[in-house]
């Protein structure tokens, strides 16, 4: 799939079940392994999703659907373990949207509250501190459309990543954030490098121009996030 004006081409995904809880946090070993197979596969981006077997099984038999639909839909690539998985239990209708409505009112309201902090931090001239900020309410926003859709929430805080998840249940998220200048791209990388380089170096450099742009496309963002997840909860009912 590609989103011709943005240049987007949705990515693949491969759940990597581990059977010790400590791989799951190698976040430098997966990351490592998901740029290997971007040198090696060019045609689509993939990402890798991983949780021990147990993680897997208690969320299917919470009929969980984002596993359930692997389950059900996904191609199995390798199985070094030979163990078989769960089986599914099932959610009523009105069980998965009271979860759908609980993810939003969470996640949007916490989405917000960053934002308001970083207008605040921006006013103070606070620059680091207000990237971190918005990096957090675009994460979030980010987080509520996914939960909402899916119920389920990648372990990652690459906002660039959750975009793309975000592109697969609608593609007006790739609007939000377009690449097509210089100032555009940088800007968004900065934001990308915010939530540990903000935190943490003293070579993170970010303007209060970038940050004002940045800050319109989560506005955007936001708007977005509440329109389709709002439209999804009336759906459900």
């Not at 943005?6 to 581990?18: A, M, Q, R, T």
């Amino acid at each position: 799939m590609s989103d011709i004006p943005n240049g987007y081409v949705s990515d693949y995904d491969i759940l990597v079940i581990v059977n010790k809880d400590a791989l799951v946090d190698e976040d430098i070993v997966w990351r490592k392994a998901e740029e290997q197979i971007e040198r090696k596969i060019r045609s689509a981006p993939l990402g890798l999703i991983v949780h021990t077997l147990n993680e897997v099984n208690e969320q299917l038999q919470k009929g969980h659907y984002f596993f359930k639909d692997i389950r059900e839909q996904g191609i199995l690539l390798f199985d070094a373990n030979k163990k078989p998985l769960a089986e599914p239990g099932n959610l009523t209708k009105e069980e998965r949207r009271k979860i759908a409505q609980g993810h939003f009112d969470q996640w949007f309201k916490s989405a917000q509250g960053f934002f308001r902090n970083y207008q605040f931090s921006i006013s103070e001239d606070e620059l680091s501190i207000a990237a971190f900020l918005l990096h957090q309410s675009a994460e979030r926003f980010y987080a509520c459309t996914l939960l909402v859709f899916t119920n389920y929430l990648p372990k990652t805080h690459n906002i660039e990543k959750l975009q793309k998840y975000c592109v697969d249940q609608d593609l007006a998220f790739a609007n939000i954030f377009p690449m097509d200048d210089k100032f555009r791209r940088r800007s968004f990388r900065r934001l990308q490098r915010a939530y540990i380089d903000a935190r943490y170096s003293m070579h993170y450099e970010i303007t209060k121009e970038e940050l004002t742009y940045l800050a319109g496309e989560v506005e955007k963002l936001k708007a977005l996030v509440e329109r389709v997840c709002l439209g999804r909860l009336a759906i459900s009912q």
